[in-house]
């Protein structure tokens, strides 16, 4: 065990994810960390969308229209982060995904809470001026109510593990 490692135990890491490559990265981080630490990754796709259901719909139509929506959601982000976690060989990651729905800072706060996360991973598009003021910043937000540290990763920054390309 290496000196550094003595003083970090990370058992739980999240690492919410928007299914872009900026997200790509910072899973691709997260399974360093992982590997690193033996930590568990939790995989969490917020979904930010209202869905309406058909104006006769009965509550259970409903209920099954959000399970649905869910599943397929839980798919997507499967599929997306299959390349990641088996990168580089290595002993696979102890993973789970986990879809929720609800504003996305919201959402990864409460997740970062109920799961216990130690530490959580977190991509940043970058955006600047006009853009970050009108759009605001999931990760600047994140990091203000998270009750765990929060690693922010840059879209176009150097990074200091290889990373998969998206």
């Known amino acids: 065990m290496s000196q550094a490692s003595s003083f970090l135990h990370l ?5 919410p994810s928007d299914l872009s490559p900026a997200s790509a990265r910072a899973l691709a981080y997260a ?16 979904y930010d969308q209202i869905v ?11 209920y099954q229209l959000m399970e ?11 599929e997306f982060s299959k390349p ?20 996305p800072v919201d959402g990864i706060v409460v997740a970062a809470r109920s799961e216990q996360a130690d530490l959580l991973i977190i991509s940043t598009h970058g955006r600047t ?14 990091v203000r109510f ?3 540290p929060v690693l922010v990763v840059r879209e176009h920054e150097q990074d200091f593990i290889k990373t998969p390309e998206a």
């Open 11 to 15: 058992k739980r890491i999240l690492v």
């Open 84 to 103: 990641i976690l088996s990168a580089e060989g290595g002993e696979p990651v102890p993973h789970r995904f986990v879809v929720s729905d609800g504003a």
């Open 146 to 148: 998270s009750p765990c």
């Open 129 to 142: 001026g006009l853009k970050h003021i009108l759009m605001g910043s999931v990760a600047e937000k994140v």
């Open 68 to 78: 649905s929506i869910h599943a397929s959601l839980k798919w997507e982000l499967e």
């Open 52 to 62: 309406s259901s058909p104006p006769h719909a009965t509550p259970g139509e409903t």
């Open 31 to 46: 399974v360093a960390f992982a590997r690193q630490f033996g930590a568990e990754l939790v995989i969490l796709h917020v």
